[in-house]
């Protein structure tokens, strides 16, 4: 079969990317997946990216502890130890001589022949591709601006799966709006959820709020560790509750976490100024303590 993209993997390496299927290493576009893979009609898997830093993977035991929930949660059998998916982690970071970049890991519940319910004896289909990024630290040091978009997802949001479309719909009006993020809020309730990629964080009066982990979010690697080590070692209170829109646009300091943004201040909500309209002192002083963790698990 003639290849698409007829990199060799030696050239892969020179354009800074790297992909892995099943059991093999491949130069970008050069892995083939069959069209009656799961994912590819239906949705049917789920996905992790984590960030390298300095060649090292950070937070990664919380990103596979999260992998094996969306699986159990799927019904997909597990076919990797622990031990493997970081070997494959470490090879492609290797191989691909990347410092700086994202992982993007995904596991489908395989190949059969398409039909609706789960077929009987379907091996999973794994795939991953390393490609060079840097958080962009612009972008962090004057904040973005959110468009308000209603959460048209599923109600298992708390699963990581590869169904993203009302995350591709509320990217594309916040692209259109000329914002770099949309904020969901759910039409029924009125409630703010999260961002279509990120976490939402607002912090009124000094107390830091984000939305419960339940059906409606994805438990964040990055809000994992804002809440449990950043807010802890700052002595911050955060509440774990939801909001409305309008108490949002009202908040003092606003920020979204997640692995490609880390800690991202918030400058506007709907065309509403947040605070004075500049990252927060707060805020601040949480992507100081993120920063300060990045480098003692990966610049050591
Ligand atoms: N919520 C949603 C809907 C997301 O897609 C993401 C990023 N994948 C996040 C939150 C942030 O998660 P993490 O911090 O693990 O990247």
Redo the contacts with the bound molecule.
Sequence with gaps: MQKIHPYTIKEAILLKELSFFNDHFYAPGEAQVDIEDRGYQFGDGI???T?VYNGKLF?FD??LA?FRRSMREMHIPITYMDEELTAIHNDLIEKSGIKSGAIYFQVTRGTAARAFPFPGRATPNLSMTIRESTPNREQQERGISLTLAEDI?WLR?DI?SLN?LG?VFAKEKAKAEGCEEAL?YRKDTGLVT??????FFLIKDGVVWTHPLDHL?????????VVEECAKELGLTVIEKTFTPEFAQKADEAFE?????EVTPVIKIGGKKIGSGAPGEITKKIMESFQGLIKKECFN
């Design positions: 996905y992790e990216v960030h937070a919380r990103h999260r997802r949001c990581k993203l995350a969901l999260e961002g279509a990629s990120s976490t979010v994805l438990p964040g690697v990055t809000r994992a560790v976490t997640s692995t490609s943004l």
